[in-house]
């Protein structure tokens, strides 16, 4: 969404930039005045400087994911990993959670056109949980404004890593993610994680 008092910033800068008989003037970013049709780029050029501003888009929305949980570059997107200790025994979300999934909101909010899959995968005996916490989550991003359209949930059945004997092993066993993709970051469509 433009704040009213960008657009009119940037109606009075291009109402600046021209001359009275609408020819441009020179400016820092156009020094010799030439009309915008003539600087435009090559297609090749264009396509290759959009890719390198997604690339650019991605690796600065990771960073800022990563201030606020682990978040990894994958195939599929942006994999924001929602541990166990964001949850309560309940599978409600903590105080700690609750903030830190309102933080994301915000961030995420800042890229319009980014979708978000909570992905969760468990054995049998934990999917319901895995779905209960999925659902948690996603009633509190619906609550602070993402699109309704643009957060989905995909819970699924994994085959276990091993043995539950260690508390690493488990852990592979049971992970529940934020996968963060779209166009702004030059990930299209995702797909949910295979298992």
Do not use: W
């Amino acid at each position: 969404m433009i704040r009213p008092s960008a657009l009119v910033f940037a109606i009075v800068c291009a109402a600046a930039a021209q001359t009275p008989n609408g020819a441009q003037q020179p400016t820092p970013a156009n020094p010799g005045g030439v009309p915008r049709a003539t600087v435009a780029l090559a297609p090749e050029q264009a396509a290759t400087q959009t890719e390198t501003q997604r690339a650019q888009v991605r690796e600065h929305l990771r960073k800022r994911l990563g201030l606020i949980l682990e978040t990894q570059e994958t195939p599929r997107g942006l994999a924001v990993n929602l541990g166990d200790a964001l949850f309560d025994s309940r599978q409600a979300l903590k105080p700690a959670g609750r903030e830190a999934l309102a933080k994301i909101s915000g961030v995420l909010l800042a890229y319009p056109g980014l979708k978000v899959r909570i992905e969760g995968q468990s054995s049998a005996a934990n999917e319901a949980v895995f779905q209960q916490r999925a659902e948690a989550v996603r009633g509190l991003l619906l609550a602070e404004e993402l699109p309704a359209d643009a957060v989905t949930v995909s819970v699924k059945r994994a085959e276990p890593a091993g043995a539950n004997e260690s508390g690493t092993i488990q852990q592979q066993n049971r992970t529940l993610q934020l996968v963060v993709f779209g166009a702004p970051i030059g990930v299209a469509q995702s797909r949910p994680a295979p298992h």
